[in-house]
């Protein structure tokens, strides 16, 4: 199998998405609520990004995988470059995380779908939101910033909103109410009805906010009644 084949599938933003919930519920609920909230805008701003300047990929016929969309910035360098760039505030050893995003930032031109222009604004955004979210809550301005995104992006900002609102009253509710079990094998268990939950949003757009709010309070009233 080509190295940059298997580099880039690290890329994929539903690969971060998975782990969220295994990040909120053993590692740390605060540090994971930042998270998520931190990859889905980042995911804001790039469908925002891509949709607004519509800049072209590379021409099709020298693609060596799938890919769909505008060029401007590389989604998969973003994401990932978000998520280890957060991580790598908070513990320096995840900094070797962001060599990481570096090869998926540099297999996505290697592949041949995308431009080098693509895959450093991808990188820059990533920087920039993993920062934001790592040292400011955004979660109010997050849900302003999707809503008006709608003209540009469609219900694709209604899903992200639905998400960062749902989850967000959650999990506010969650850490006062309710308090995080000792139990490591609990937690594990509590991360997968999380995980069970939350993709209902991504297939059913309007449900996201239901999904949201259940797969964080759903999973936290749980440990409560359990620990």
Same mark, same amino acid.
């Given at each position: 199998?080509?190295?940059?084949?298997?580099?880039?599938?690290?890329?994929?933003?539903?690969?971060?998405?998975?782990? !969220?919930?295994?990040?909120?519920?053993?590692?740390?609920?605060?540090?994971?609520?930042?998270? /998520? #909230?931190?990859?889905?805008?980042?995911?804001?701003?790039?469908?925002?990004?891509?949709?607004?300047?519509?800049?072209?990929?590379?021409? *099709?016929? +020298?693609? *060596?995988?799938?890919?769909?969309?505008? %060029?401007?910035?590389?989604?998969?360098?973003? !994401? @990932?470059?978000?998520?280890?760039?957060? #991580?790598?505030?908070?513990?320096?050893?995840?900094?070797? %995380?962001?060599?990481?995003? &570096?090869?998926?930032?540099?297999?996505? =031109?290697?592949?041949? =779908?995308?431009?080098?222009?693509? &895959? =450093?604004?991808?990188?820059?955004?990533?920087?920039?939101?993993?920062?934001?979210?790592?040292?400011?809550?955004?979660? !109010?301005?997050?849900?302003?910033?999707?809503?008006?995104?709608?003209?540009?992006? %469609?219900?694709?900002?209604?899903?992200?909103?639905?998400?960062?609102?749902? /989850?967000?009253?959650?999990?506010?509710?969650? =850490?006062?109410?309710?308090?995080?079990?000792? @139990?490591?094998?609990?937690?594990?268990?509590?991360?997968?009805? @999380?995980?069970?939950? +939350?993709?209902?949003?991504?297939?059913?757009?309007?449900? @996201?906010?239901?999904? %949201?709010?259940?797969?964080?309070?759903?999973?936290?009233?749980?440990?409560?009644?359990?620990?």
């Amino acid at each position: 199998m080509n190295l940059w084949l298997l580099i880039t599938e690290f890329g994929n933003e539903k690969l971060y998405f998975a782990l !969220i919930p295994f990040i909120y519920f053993i590692v740390d609920r605060k540090m994971g609520w930042r998270l /998520f #909230l931190a990859l889905l805008l980042s995911s804001l701003a790039v469908v925002a990004l891509k949709n607004f300047l519509k800049l072209p990929r590379p021409p *099709k016929n +020298l693609w *060596k995988t799938s890919a769909e969309g505008y %060029g401007f910035p590389s989604g998969h360098t973003a !994401i @990932s470059t978000t998520f280890w760039s957060f #991580l790598a505030l908070r513990r320096k050893i995840f900094a070797i %995380g962001l060599i990481l995003a &570096v090869l998926i930032g540099i297999s996505r =031109v290697m592949l041949e =779908v995308h431009y080098v222009r693509d &895959v =450093v604004g991808g990188f820059l955004i990533g920087m920039l939101i993993g920062a934001l979210a790592y040292y400011i809550d955004v979660t !109010i301005p997050a849900i302003m910033f999707a809503i008006s995104l709608y003209p540009i992006i %469609g219900v694709t900002s209604l899903k992200i909103g639905g998400y960062i609102l749902g /989850f967000g009253i959650a999990h506010r509710i969650s =850490v006062e109410r309710f308090e995080a079990p000792e @139990s490591i094998k609990l937690r594990l268990i509590l991360s997968f009805i @999380s995980l069970a939950i +939350l993709p209902l949003g991504f297939y059913y757009p309007l449900m @996201s906010p239901i999904a %949201g709010f259940l797969g964080c309070f759903v999973p936290n009233y749980i440990g409560e009644a359990l620990r």
